[in-house]
């Protein structure tokens, strides 16, 4: 058993570099590398003066992790500083101790208002500990391409039976893309550039959803100057356009070559959005699949009836105890994309 008064709770700026990359090693060996090159910009720390993440220190180790992305969050009435509780973990040899509640009470003085997905049980057990809710509108749509590329078959496939698999079940899915789908002249697909993305704002800003009921992710110039041209990822990033429709979405090409859509124009028009999935699915015909998340019921069933994708649901949880409203799952609805949290960087 440990001595809990010895335990630190420190900024990751404040501890040797060492002692952090070690717990990454130990802790997320599978993302080990990334972590160890991105984790200040993962953690957005120049947001709030280098004070995450969060580390709990015992003898000189590094046992436990809290990761953070601030941002601001608003309504019509409200503003608050918000936050994503990401890479939360305590090294195995620590658990049941109470380190990881230990280290959330600290994290939870940085901000007024909190976010986690998706959570485990372990991680939504800390939670509700602290007065954390699930949030049930959340839905991330896998819209399959060639779905036995995706990793899981992978690894329990050989190729040449993945190919004859995804040829088959690539004659379903095109059946429905082609339905809702736009001939190739009709919209336009870009490598993501300044003057390109300025565009996209500017049409982001003009159908921007705001009420008193719905709290969003406040994507000013300081947002996404940190989450767009800042990002490790930039160079896979382009836009797809359709009339008064946009959307930023990243290609990836590691294990398997997918999509993830990041930021849409208007998150509300179901229409644009399965139009936008279908269109890609058929001009990048060698992905796996794409990913598109959204709190939004209405679009997720839309979506699921229309274009046939497959859904999970991310457990979302969040806690408004600073905030200047009831903690009430029922005070608010949310506006979340991928560009928000760190969904991008999982699998």
């Not at 159908?207 to 008193?212: P, R, S």
């Not at 859509?261 to 179901?270: F, H, I, N, P, R």
């Amino acid at each position: 058993m440990i001595n809990k008064e010895k335990i630190e709770i420190k900024s990751a700026h404040e501890i040797e570099k060492s002692l952090l990359f070690d717990f990454y090693k130990q802790a997320y060996p599978a993302k080990y590398m990334s972590m160890v090159e991105n984790w200040s910009w993962q953690n957005r720390c120049d947001f709030i003066a280098d004070r995450v993440p969060l580390v709990a220190v015992y003898e000189n180790k590094a046992i436990a992790h809290a990761g953070m992305i601030p941002f601001s969050i608003y309504n019509e009435k409200i503003k608050n500083s918000a936050s994503w509780f990401i890479d939360f973990k305590v090294l195995d040899a620590f658990q049941g101790m109470g380190v990881g509640s230990l280290l959330t009470k600290e994290w939870m003085k940085i901000t007024d208002v909190f976010f986690a997905a998706p959570c485990n049980d372990m991680s939504m057990g800390v939670f509700k500990k602290h007065s954390w809710l699930e949030y049930k509108e959340s839905f991330m749509h896998l819209c399959f391409v060639r779905p036995f590329d995706y990793p899981v078959f992978q690894k329990k496939l050989p190729e040449s039976i993945r190919k004859l698999l995804n040829r088959l079940s690539f004659l379903y899915f095109k059946h429905y893309y082609r339905l809702n789908s736009l001939p190739e002249n009709d919209c336009t697909i870009s490598k993501l550039s300044v003057e390109i993305f300025n565009e996209f704002y500017n049409q982001y800003q003009g159908n921007k959803f705001t009420n008193a009921d719905c709290l969003s992710v406040l994507r000013d110039e300081s947002f996404y100057q940190w989450r767009v041209f800042a990002s490790p990822n930039y160079n896979r990033y382009y836009l797809f356009k359709h009339d008064s429709f946009s959307a930023v979405f990243s290609l990836h090409d590691l294990q398997n070559k997918f999509i993830d859509v990041l930021w849409c124009s208007d998150t509300a028009d179901k229409n644009e959005i399965m139009t936008m999935i279908s269109t890609l699915s058929l001009h990048y015909r060698d992905i796996s699949h794409i990913r598109f998340y959204t709190n939004r019921k209405e679009v997720s069933d839309f979506l699921q009836k229309r274009i046939k994708s497959i859904v999970r649901y991310p457990k979302l949880a969040f806690c408004l105890n600073n905030c200047e409203s009831e903690n009430n799952e029922n005070a608010f609805t949310f506006d979340f994309e991928l560009i928000d949290n760190d969904f991008e960087h999982i699998s």
